[in-house]
């Protein structure tokens, strides 16, 4: 099994940054990719922004351009630096792991974004 915790989550206001991080423990051997998702009130979790093993990275349209994801493999640590940050980005973060065919491995629990004036 593999742990996830998260942290880097908060009130912000439009316009500023803020910086998740993503730590797994456990069976780490088999992720590939690690990803962060978010899910807005009344609205679909979706996909925000995701990196391969060797570095690929894939981003949602609405983020592309403000948001970058990074990963340090010694720290088996993913990392989503956000900025520009707009009302609309508000919402639960949770960041995610997977092995090469799409498996899902773990789930985190979740942190709140909120950007508000």
């Known amino acids: 099994q593999v742990q996830l915790v998260e942290s880097g989550g908060g009130l912000v206001q439009p316009g500023g940054s803020l910086r998740l991080s993503c730590a797994a423990s456990?069976?780490?051997?088999?992720?590939?990719?690690m990803g962060w998702y978010r899910q807005a009130p009344g609205k679909a979790r979706e996909l925000v922004a995701g990196?391969?093993?060797?570095?690929?990275?894939k981003y949602a349209d609405s983020v592309k351009g403000r948001f970058t994801i990074s990963r340090d493999n010694a720290k088996n640590t993913v990392y989503l630096q956000m900025n520009s940050l707009k009302p609309e980005d508000t919402a639960v973060y949770y960041c995610?792991?997977?092995?090469?065919?799409?498996?899902?491995?773990?789930w985190g629990q979740g942190t709140q974004v909120t950007v508000s004036s």
């Open positions: 990196i391969s093993s060797i570095g690929i990275t």
């Open positions: 456990g069976n780490i051997f088999s992720i590939n990719f």
């Open positions: 995610n792991v997977a092995r090469r065919d799409g498996t899902v491995l773990s």
